[in-house]
């Protein structure tokens, strides 16, 4: 299926044969969801289901995985699988199409390569404060992230495990990337983010754009997240 079949799929299916996944900090539930004949696997996790957290106290967590989703899509880099809001058997939540046969590679966390490299470029963008081993999830050739609720913040509080590309400077292809957002942004984002993390996004990209090379890791806050799996 195409994307847009998929995020049909996603929207107008039944939600069923669910299984709550224990190790989640928040709710997040196995669940399959069919409609006309389809079926596909995914993962929902209800706003009635997230812990509050003292430094996101704008929106929901759900909220953000949908916004992380439309970035990367105008982005065109393909990391986050298809997401959409939508109520289910818990309420209101994040929807997300589940990577079936995904694998992790703990060992390649550190090589410089291309599907690396874009991952850390679009958690610049959305200043992901928690990109985890455990989040890269490997197909095949393609490299899909998840777990992206923890993003948008106003303050820049960047976190990752991906610190490799520090100070490489920006392909003409990243920039053209980047310049796109920059005049395209997702109008969905208001209902999503707060006013002010929309213009710290839009400070995020411009800084990028100015600077044309990756960040620092920051030294006045930790750079990366713990547990980093």
Not at 97 to 114: G, Q, R, T, Y
Not at 128 to 136: A, E, S
Request: aromatic share 10%; hydrophobic share 40%.
């Amino acid at each position: 299926m195409v994307i847009e079949d998929k995020l049909e799929l996603l929207r107008t299916g039944e939600i069923g044969k669910m299984r709550r996944i224990s190790n989640a900090s928040n709710a997040s539930i196995y669940c399959e969801v069919s409609s006309a004949g389809q079926t596909c696997r995914a993962i929902y996790k209800p706003i009635a289901g997230e812990r509050p957290l003292w430094d996101f106290e704008s929106g929901n967590l759900a909220s953000r995985e949908l916004a992380a989703f439309l970035v990367d899509q105008t982005l065109g880099f393909e990391i986050v699988p298809p997401t959409i809001l939508r109520e289910g058997p818990f309420g209101l939540g994040a929807l997300q199409l589940w990577i079936d046969d995904a694998i992790f590679k703990p060992e390649e966390i550190s090589v410089v390569s291309n599907p690396l490299r874009r991952i850390a470029l679009f958690d610049v963008v959305v200043n992901n404060t928690d990109r985890k081993i455990g989040h890269l999830l490997y197909k095949g050739d393609h490299l899909w992230g998840c777990d992206h609720g923890v993003t948008f913040h106003e303050q820049f509080k960047l976190r990752t495990v991906l610190w490799q590309f520090s100070e490489f400077p920006l392909s003409d292809t990243e920039i053209q990337n980047l310049q796109y957002l920059q005049a395209n942004l997702p109008k969905e984002l208001p209902e999503l983010i707060s006013d002010a993390e929309i213009s710290a996004l839009i400070t995020r990209i411009n800084n990028l754009l100015l600077e044309k090379k990756f960040p620092l890791p920051p030294t006045d806050w930790p750079a990366i997240p713990w547990p980093p799996f």
